[in-house]
């Protein structure tokens, strides 16, 4: 009887240090799967933040250039660049039925209007014409993939060489008249395809 009494003891014993054993790595799966969600969307806000500033970066180099900046930079690529940095709100909104009446607008005014079509809204009635009219291919499955990350990388780069180049020099680009601020946006626009670069090889 005593034997009994004692194999039962050592079965509860048992199991309570199983059960013990599994609440314990249950709480650590538990707390890794959370560090990893908490983690993951931290990186997704962060790179929905570095997009949206990236494409205002660029539509501020878009209005210099339009204005006061003036440069022999090939800064039409800053169509693309906004085009693949686009965040998908804004992107899905100019796609519809504004961005359709936009380039209507456009093409009228460019078309029967001419003299009264101002050249600064050149670059960006291109940006609306572009987004309405580009194929799904390139609206979705390369916006959405690292190929459109990398293209933007790439014109970050171009861009921020040619400005250097144009001002004589990384320091003189950020002291000459509005070589700071031209700096600054060009390396804003850096941020965002490294940032997802990054993220997409973790």
Request: hydrophobic share 55%; charged share 15%; proline share 3%.
């Amino acid at each position: 009887m005593g034997r009994i009494d004692y194999l039962s003891m050592r079965a509860d014993a048992e199991s309570a240090a199983l059960l013990d054993t599994d609440l314990k790595e249950l709480k650590a799966a538990a707390t890794k799967l959370l560090s990893h969600a908490a983690a993951l969307g931290g990186l997704a806000f962060g790179t929905s933040f570095l997009k949206w500033l990236a494409s205002f970066a660029a539509i501020y180099l878009l209005i210099l250039d339009r204005t006061n900046w003036r440069s022999n930079m090939l800064t039409s690529l800053l169509i693309p660049y906004i085009f693949f940095s686009m965040p998908h709100a804004l992107f899905r909104f100019l796609r519809g039925e504004v961005g359709k009446w936009i380039a209507f607008v456009a093409v009228v005014l460019r078309l029967f209007f001419p003299s009264h079509f101002p050249d600064w809204l050149e670059m960006p009635g291109s940006l609306i014409l572009l987004l309405v009219v580009s194929p799904d291919f390139f609206a979705h499955s390369l916006r959405d993939d690292w190929i459109g990350v990398a293209i933007c990388l790439a014109i970050g780069c171009y861009l921020l060489q040619e400005h250097i180049r144009a001002s004589g020099g990384f320091r003189n680009s950020f002291t000459q008249s509005h070589g700071i601020s031209n700096t600054i946006g060009i390396i804003l626009l850096l941020l965002f395809p490294i940032w997802a670069l990054l993220t997409h090889l973790l």
